[in-house]
DNA sequence: TATGAATGAGGGTTCATTCAT
DNA sequence: GATGAATGAACCCTCATTCAT
């Protein structure tokens, strides 16, 4: 495995972390560069910018979250089943890549995103979109929009996961099934 | 009327659109003068400087949030009810105020806010938490932290409004009402 | 005595005090306004800019210095009386004039200083000039170009005034003759 | 010879001329940079900040100033010697760093000169006291405070020397002997 | 005439970015 | 390829100056 790698990896590290932390304005790029331990003008070798190493970043994280969340769907399975495991993905993702879904929820809707950013999530939220949609005509899911359904849950949970970072909550399986819960009672049909 | 208290006006106005829309950090003093269409040292006479404009902002906001949600609270009624009242507040304070409860949401955990105004926001909080703590003893709400539980209802509330604010729904009274719902049916005891 | 002729002094005074305080530089007109109890709009209208204000000043003082020396000069009497004439009217110009010694000296090689500041200043000197000139050609004073003589006379003192602004060292009458003779023995011819 | 230490000292040296003609006050960075040859921001890389930097200097100067006035110092010889040394010191000093010792006079008693910087000066008093008290102690110096002949010497020397840089004077072996005499007639005992 | 709110140029400082080593 | 010294644009903020009242 070549060095660069290796640099780059230890770089987007360090810059999720930070940007996560501070955001992205706060960051500054010598702290991301002593953070990785590599030089300052090292990070330009493989970004060209720092909007590009953020939109590269959001673009990778939210293509990881998407295929954990697609990965094993159980296509097969009741409704509550399937809500049940991006419920899970959602967890699951978040224990794998500790800062990055706070990332992604804290800029989402940034102004330095680029298309490619904004549209690699419009395809996230589609997964979403999807199941919501599929769910309606079965009768199963609430007679609301399914934006709208997206942002009750996401938001919800993404706000849920800043409380937890920021340890005012625990992140035990009971508080987790609970919320899974809440969640669903927010969804389906009443 | 006199001039300078429509300037200090014009300044808050701006700077919490452009708070909203970028965040602290992004958002330039330059950028809220030439907003607010007044010269940059003029902001010096309103707000000793930055972080005083935010923190003053940030207090002024969540007390006007605090008032509308207290205002006529049916102390009386039952808890759907009192659900319903809280539920109307958040609207008619995103009506009145547009970008202001964004703006507190976004920049409720940021380093930049005093003693003051995490006092003014928890004190906010407890409004919401004393809700569901009242709720679940009387087995009306979810057994959940109310932490989350307010988590849950914020975070999702204000996904939607950025979506509404986005043109990508339109807020009717039928939309609102039916998230409604879908917020009570998220915390009301299953 | 209409009352612009007391604001303008009042606006000499505060400036004086605070010129020699705290230098030209670190001296705001604000500051000047606030200490005359003028608005600092009304500094405008007998000055037509800081620069003027201090130009003005600084002739003013220098003139009413070279008034002092020039005040009863004994022109009959001999050289040490004529020097002695001169050394007191430094301290009797001191005592009347509080700040204005060290004003002057302070200011007397600045950079916003103009032709006339400069020209009356020389004429201060040509003063000490002729003294010094006319004692040399009586064998009486030690034969240094006058420039020289009075840069260590002047110098010396007015270094020395400093010490006994900062309080280091106490004014006192025995102070004050032991200085004047160190001093005509510097330039006496030896 | 590391390009580094070039830089550091060509702001050092921009910043003693404009610091002893303008004042600190009245000296910017960008002149200072300006002058020095380089950006604005390379000399936040050698000084964290203004202050520091004049602090530096300071320090630097005054340390200099007192190793000319102790090298080779006739401890064993007799006053009017050690006077001649002290004497001799100023003028090499002031040969050899232009405007040091202007610099150190018109900044002594700065409101930005940390407790180091005062430190240091009054060191270098220390050492002229001392001879100052010896020589009295040994009536061959005049009964005055030693603060009193220091500031006679220095305010006179340096005015002189101002006079000599703007071409009024000649600094000729001949007139620097005849100061010299002239200065220590002021400080001998009569 | 007197005021002080308003302005914007310019100060000190930071930091994204470049480039010689 | 990797570095970090160097740069200068742009930040926050101050203050001389103007001008409506």
Redesign the interface.
Known sequence: MPTSTTKREDIIQSALTLFAE?????TTIPMIATDAKVGAGTIYRYFSNKEVLVNTMFQHYVSLFKETLEKDYPAESDIREQFHHLFQGMIRFTNEHDHALYFIK?HT???FLDANSRDQFSHLLMILENFFDEGKKEKQI????S???I??????????Y??IR?G??EASEE?LA??E???W????H?
């Open positions: 501070r955001g992205f304005d706060a804290t809707s940034a102004y609430r007679e609301l929009p934006k709208a359904l942002a009750i849950i996401f938001g919800g949970f993404l706000q849920l800043q409380l920021a005012e909550l508080l609970g919320v819960n809440s969640c009672d927010a969804v389906r009443p």
